[in-house]
């Protein structure tokens, strides 16, 4: 068996061994030794995986935001829980955010709207009046303070 076969037959098997394998492979430059059918795969994989986390927190962004603007009866009950939630995944995007992936964002931004618009209408069993369109730009939407209350900390509590 070639090596292409036995890497091949690596990556049904062992995944992570078959990667260790690939990668020494790419560092000696052994280009023809490589699977790439599964490389390609691998790697389309990957940039799938990196849009999909970056939109998944973009809407838990919008979600907490329009509930924090709009759903004015649990406001004061959430107010805490909701910002600090807006806060923890605007951190997290900022780690993930490339100047691709923030492209990819501004492309997406209707749709991933929309898909965070129909989940606070059924979290509110659509009592609330939300914006059919966004109201926010992707740039007051990535900006760690918009929309937050500015709250000063007693340091003597």
Same mark, same amino acid.
């Given at each position: 068996m070639s090596i292409i076969t036995n890497l091949k037959t690596l990556y049904e098997i062992d995944d992570v061994q078959w990667l260790e394998d690939t990668i020494k492979l790419l560092k000696e430059r052994q280009f023809e030794a490589l699977d790439l059918d599964n490389l390609i795969e691998e790697l389309e994989d990957l940039g799938s995986e990196k849009r999909n986390a970056v939109v998944s927190l973009l809407e838990?962004?919008?979600?907490?935001?329009?509930?924090? /603007?709009y759903w004015t009866i649990e406001? +004061? !009950?959430? @107010?805490?829980?909701?910002?600090s939630e807006i806060i923890s995944f605007r951190t997290q995007l900022r780690r993930k955010l490339t100047t691709n992936l923030r492209n990819y964002l501004t492309e997406e931004l209707l749709s991933i709207y929309q898909?965070?618009?129909l989940f606070v209408q059924r979290k509110t069993s659509f009592?609330?009046?939300?914006? /059919?369109?966004?109201?926010?730009?992707? +740039? !007051?939407? @990535?900006?760690?303070d918009y929309g937050l209350k500015k709250r000063k900390l007693d340091k003597n509590s």
């Open positions: 838990q962004v919008i979600r907490h935001l329009l509930l924090l /603007e406001r +004061e !009950q959430n @107010l805490g829980h909701w910002e898909d965070a618009l009592k609330v009046n939300f914006p /059919e369109t966004c109201p926010y730009s992707l +740039e !007051q939407l @990535l900006d760690i």
